[in-house]
């Protein structure tokens, strides 16, 4: 038997033993990720059978690299619950699937199955989580570790091997179509959450990818994507090595460390240079500084977008394997590579080096031992009770309080009349986000069905619809105000939609395609950016109309992305924000609305007056003197950090172990110790995320007006004190300096701490020489 498939060998060896028995046929079959999953499989007379085109791409490669989306089902795919493979029956297609490669291929290679999982597994029956504005909101790390530990479990079961997860995107443009897909504005948070996401999906150490309950993480997109001129998506990053290095890389390097399994390279271009195709990102940065040992998979068709730097499909290939991608998607670039080599556009070692990484991750999988799945764990796995509670609460943490005028939150039984309006109080798609999967009817609930649930026994709930999201049509607004007229409260809930519709129109690589002043409901989503950030269609007449008639306003925002709300917060006294708050999310609402549970998250963007603002997040560079704009406040409507709860917290003084370190010391293991009491001071329980800052100054290079660095959620019951702890270490204080690199420098520093960004307590350290 050949020692590749004998498992007493280490990887390595049997790596080194399979890799000089390929041809070079075969080895570009094992860099190639070619065809839609959804096009592997067909109805016919015995039912869901292999299709001829994967038995023909299997035989392109004499073998398979991977298979995207074998389960995925949404109105790009165009796979629904009549012509999908059904969820019990998911392990045992994808058996049949990797049983044809193995036994239809000279060396029976398995085939790895990677499925997207951006906020859950987008497949039929998928649990689907907040989106990750949401994740973020939630300034709970463990919790969302603990989240996609379900997701994880859910995909294997099905007989899937890669979670394709948004991870690595920072926000900095919120017109940016994909805003949603980012944790948020700040390098630390999003770094903190990337690593939670990593730990949930892989587990903690490499042998438990060998399990049933645990997948590969692959980590997009690499880099600087949230970033784009203009918010325009896949527009190139304006940026320099610096702001790359001090915002846009800091999740990735976490996820890594993490032990992510891959990563996938960006659209956009830096300075210049395609991410598919910027060496220094991909290999000096990624491996060679590092140490990064997996995979680097293409975005969807990026290779072929090239052309126009290369000239044809072969150098394209050449250049994006050569800078260090690995595993292609859809593109028909790689497709040509065996041509590349031969034509002398390739060397073969740059070949087999790809190949080496590609059937590591698969001998790390333990596909090569236990190439087959169990065809029965979907069926207990797949939307258990205890993964609906998860999400639940997920959704419950995600929800943001940014304005609550006399407590009037939570409601309490006066209200009897109940006026629930606007276009997504009843639309269960609209706060799911992009990336979403179909849905059975009798799967979670939407915010007017939450709240019906949530009231009490006695209130008289009303529903109009009021407007839509985009649309212009005012025929709903008379019917809306004159419900609200008659209610002793009304609930207004706004926002946006990244739901996709069949019969839209989708680009090669799925991405919506809306026209210019198009009729569809979206407002964001892949392919769907804004120039304008205020609420859409005729939302913000419907808030000041109803507000006319003396009838109490509450918003609840469910939305992909920071809209500009200076006209809403006027005329309202409360304000939610719920982001998308997927499945459960109508629950969680209703519940936080009468009180059944209670606001904990905390904004992970700065809210915008206006679009004529941006950029608004937090961290800018410090300009050494005010630079206010003439015609409105400089800073942000909401600031990032910010959140409110039903019940109020006080901090007492900062405690410090000492005042100064020097570099030697710190080098050594020495570090600030910070410690402050914070006590709920009110009549509820609550949960608060104590946030520490730093604000440095005379390090040699420009700094930024405030940067976080740690933080921590804690839940007190009324009266309750706890003391929180925080250190600052060396790696945290360091730098890159004026030669670029990355290391402690003398400073002096303000530390504040606080319940947000806007945090005053502060107190003074330095590090000295």
Same mark, same amino acid.
């Given at each position: 038997?050949?020692?590749?498939?004998?498992?007493?060998?280490?990887?390595?060896?049997?790596?080194?033993?399979?890799?000089?028995?390929?041809?070079?046929?075969?080895?570009?079959?094992?860099?190639?990720?070619?065809?839609?999953?959804?096009?592997?499989?067909?109805?016919?007379?015995?039912?869901?059978?292999?299709?001829?085109?994967?038995? *023909?791409?299997?035989?392109?490669? *004499?073998?398979?690299?991977?298979?995207?989306?074998?389960?995925?089902?949404?109105?790009?795919?165009?796979?629904?619950?009549?012509?999908?493979?059904?969820?019990?029956?998911?392990?045992?297609?994808?058996?049949?699937?990797?049983?044809?490669?193995?036994?239809?291929? /000279?060396?029976?290679?398995?085939?790895?199955?990677?499925?997207?999982?951006?906020?859950?597994?987008?497949?039929? *029956?998928?649990?689907?989580?907040?989106?990750?504005?949401?994740?973020?909101?939630?300034?709970?790390?463990?919790?969302?570790?603990?989240?996609?530990?379900?997701?994880?479990?859910?995909?294997?079961?099905?007989?899937?091997?890669?979670?394709?997860?948004?991870?690595?995107?920072? +926000?900095?443009?919120?017109?940016?179509?994909?805003?949603?897909?980012?944790?948020?504005?700040?390098?630390?948070? %999003?770094?903190?959450?990337?690593?939670?996401?990593?730990?949930?999906?892989?587990?903690?150490?490499?042998?438990?990818?060998?399990?049933?309950?645990?997948?590969?993480?692959?980590?997009?997109?690499?880099?600087?994507?949230?970033?784009?001129? =203009?918010?325009?998506? %896949? =527009?190139?990053?304006?940026?320099?090595?610096?702001?790359?290095?001090?915002?846009?890389?800091?999740?990735?390097?976490?996820?890594?460390?993490?032990? $992510?399994?891959?990563?996938?390279?960006?659209?956009?271009?830096?300075?210049?240079?395609?991410?598919?195709?910027?060496?220094?990102?991909?290999?000096?940065?990624?491996?060679?500084?590092?140490?990064?040992?997996?995979?680097?998979?293409? *975005?969807?068709?990026?290779?072929?977008?090239?052309?126009?730097?290369?000239?044809?499909?072969?150098?394209? %290939?050449?250049?994006?394997?050569?800078?260090?991608?690995?595993?292609?998607?859809?593109?028909?670039?790689?497709?040509?590579?065996?041509?590349?080599?031969?034509?002398?556009?390739?060397?073969?070692?740059?070949?087999?080096?790809?190949?080496?990484?590609?059937?590591?991750?698969?001998?790390?999988?333990?596909?090569?031992?236990?190439?087959? %799945?169990?065809?029965?764990?979907?069926?207990?796995?797949?939307?258990?009770?205890?993964?609906?509670?998860?999400?639940?609460?997920?959704? /419950?943490?995600?929800?943001?309080?940014?304005?609550?005028?006399?407590?009037?939150?939570?409601?309490?039984?006066?209200?009897?009349?109940?006026?629930?309006?606007?276009?997504? $109080?009843?639309?269960?798609?609209?706060?799911?986000?992009?990336?979403?999967?179909?849905?059975?009817?009798?799967? =979670?609930?939407? !915010?007017?069905? =939450?709240?019906?649930?949530?009231?009490?026994?006695?209130?008289?709930?009303?529903?109009?619809?009021?407007?839509?999201?985009?649309?212009?049509?005012?025929?709903?607004?008379?019917?809306?105000?004159?419900?609200?007229?008659?209610?002793?409260?009304?609930?207004?809930?706004?926002?946006?939609?990244?739901?996709?519709?069949?019969?839209?129109?989708?680009?090669?690589?799925?991405?919506?395609?809306?026209?210019?002043?198009?009729?569809?409901?979206?407002?964001?989503?892949?392919?769907?950016?804004?120039?304008?950030?205020?609420?859409?269609?005729?939302?913000?007449? +419907?808030?000041?109309?109803?507000?006319?008639?003396?009838?109490?306003? !509450?918003?609840?925002?469910?939305?992909?992305?920071?809209?500009?709300?200076?006209?809403?917060?006027?005329?309202?006294?409360?304000?939610?924000?719920?982001?998308?708050?997927?499945?459960?999310?109508?629950?969680?609402?209703?519940?936080?609305?009468?009180?059944?549970?209670?606001?904990?998250?905390?904004?992970?963007?700065?809210?915008?007056?206006?679009?004529?603002?941006?950029?608004?997040?937090?961290?800018?560079?410090?300009?050494?003197?005010?630079?206010?704009?003439?015609?409105?406040?400089?800073?942000?409507?909401?600031?990032?950090?910010?959140?409110?709860?039903?019940?109020?917290?006080?901090?007492?003084?900062?405690?410090?172990?000492?005042?100064?370190?020097?570099?030697?010391?710190?080098?050594?293991?020495?570090?600030?110790?910070?410690?402050?009491?914070?006590?709920?001071?009110?009549?509820?329980?609550?949960?608060?995320?104590?946030?520490?800052?730093?604000?440095?100054?005379?390090?040699?290079?420009?700094?930024?007006?405030?940067?976080?660095?740690?933080?921590?959620?804690?839940?007190?019951?009324?009266?309750?004190?706890?003391? !929180?702890?925080?250190?600052?270490?060396?790696?945290?204080?360091?730098?890159?300096?004026?030669?670029?690199?990355?290391?402690?420098?003398?400073?002096?520093?303000?530390?504040?701490?606080?319940?947000?960004? +806007?945090?005053?307590?502060?107190?003074?350290?330095?590090?000295?020489?």
């Amino acid at each position: 038997m050949p020692k590749y498939k004998i498992n007493t060998y280490s990887t390595e060896d049997r790596i080194a033993d399979l890799l000089p028995r390929m041809t070079l046929k075969e080895k570009v079959g094992q860099l190639n990720q070619h065809m839609y999953g959804w096009n592997a499989y067909e109805r016919g007379t015995n039912g869901i059978e292999l299709s001829q085109e994967f038995k *023909d791409q299997v035989a392109f490669g *004499d073998g398979m690299g991977a298979l995207y989306g074998l389960f995925r089902a949404d109105p790009w795919s165009q796979v629904t619950y009549e012509n999908g493979i059904p969820t019990v029956d998911n392990a045992k297609f994808a058996n049949k699937v990797q049983r044809y490669v193995v036994e239809n291929t /000279r060396l029976g290679i398995p085939v790895l199955l990677s499925e997207e999982c951006p906020h859950g597994h987008q497949a039929l *029956d998928g649990t689907l989580l907040p989106v990750n504005l949401g994740i973020g909101s939630t300034w709970n790390p463990r919790l969302i570790e603990e989240a996609y530990s379900h997701v994880a479990a859910e995909i294997r079961s099905r007989g899937a091997h890669l979670g394709l997860v948004s991870a690595l995107d920072i +926000l900095h443009d919120p017109r940016w179509g994909r805003t949603e897909e980012c944790y948020g504005e700040d390098p630390h948070l %999003a770094a903190q959450m990337t690593a939670a996401i990593v730990q949930g999906l892989q587990g903690t150490d490499i042998e438990q990818l060998k399990t049933s309950s645990k997948v590969a993480a692959i980590l997009k997109h690499l880099s600087a994507q949230g970033t784009c001129l =203009g918010g325009r998506n %896949a =527009g190139p990053a304006s940026i320099g090595e610096r702001e790359l290095r001090e915002i846009h890389l800091p999740g990735a390097k976490a996820g890594i460390e993490a032990g $992510a399994a891959g990563c996938m390279a960006a659209y956009n271009e830096i300075d210049g240079i395609p991410c598919h195709v910027n060496e220094k990102l991909l290999t000096g940065i990624l491996r060679e500084e590092w140490g990064f040992e997996g995979i680097v998979m293409a *975005d969807g068709c990026a290779l072929d977008r090239l052309l126009a730097l290369t000239g044809n499909y072969e150098a394209a %290939a050449a250049l994006a394997l050569a800078s260090g991608v690995d595993l292609s998607l859809w593109d028909t670039a790689f497709t040509t590579l065996e041509q590349a080599v031969k034509q002398g556009e390739v060397d073969e070692k740059v070949i087999d080096r790809a190949v080496a990484r590609v059937l590591r991750l698969k001998f790390n999988l333990g596909l090569f031992d236990r190439p087959y %799945a169990d065809e029965n764990l979907a069926a207990t796995v797949v939307g258990q009770p205890a993964i609906r509670a998860m999400n639940v609460q997920v959704a /419950r943490e995600s929800i943001v309080l940014l304005k609550n005028e006399n407590d009037l939150l939570p409601l309490n039984g006066t209200y009897k009349r109940i006026a629930v309006l606007g276009p997504n $109080a009843d639309r269960f798609y609209n706060q799911l986000g992009d990336y979403t999967s179909v849905q059975r009817k009798d799967v =979670g609930s939407t !915010v007017l069905q =939450g709240i019906k649930k949530a009231a009490p026994a006695d209130a008289v709930i009303e529903y109009s619809l009021g407007c839509g999201v985009r649309d212009l049509s005012d025929k709903g607004l008379e019917e809306a105000v004159a419900t609200a007229k008659r209610s002793d409260i009304a609930i207004l809930v706004l926002g946006g939609s990244s739901a996709r519709q069949f019969g839209g129109e989708f680009d090669s690589n799925g991405e919506a395609i809306v026209s210019e002043n198009g009729r569809s409901e979206m407002d964001c989503g892949e392919g769907v950016d804004l120039a304008d950030l205020r609420l859409g269609g005729l939302q913000e007449r +419907l808030v000041r109309e109803v507000k006319a008639t003396g009838t109490p306003v !509450v918003v609840v925002l469910i939305q992909g992305r920071p809209h500009a709300l200076t006209d809403i917060v006027e005329h309202c006294e409360a304000l939610l924000c719920g982001w998308y708050p997927g499945q459960e999310g109508g629950q969680a609402i209703g519940e936080i609305l009468f009180g059944d549970s209670f606001p904990s998250g905390k904004l992970p963007v700065s809210l915008p007056r206006s679009s004529g603002q941006l950029p608004v997040y937090y961290n800018q560079k410090n300009p050494g003197r005010p630079r206010p704009y003439v015609d409105m406040p400089s800073d942000a409507l909401y600031p990032f950090g910010y959140g409110l709860s039903y019940t109020t917290f006080q901090y007492g003084e900062i405690r410090v172990n000492k005042p100064s370190l020097t570099v030697q010391e710190m080098h050594e293991r020495a570090q600030f110790e910070i410690s402050i009491e914070v006590t709920n001071t009110g009549k509820r329980v609550g949960a608060e995320t104590v946030q520490l800052y730093i604000r440095s100054r005379k390090s040699g290079i420009i700094r930024r007006l405030l940067e976080l660095k740690a933080f921590e959620k804690v839940w007190l019951e009324p009266g309750e004190s706890k003391t !929180v702890s925080f250190r600052l270490k060396s790696e945290q204080l360091s730098i890159w300096n004026r030669e670029m690199r990355f290391m402690l420098e003398p400073c002096e520093l303000t530390v504040y701490v606080g319940g947000d960004s +806007l945090a005053k307590t502060g107190v003074e350290l330095c590090v000295n020489k």
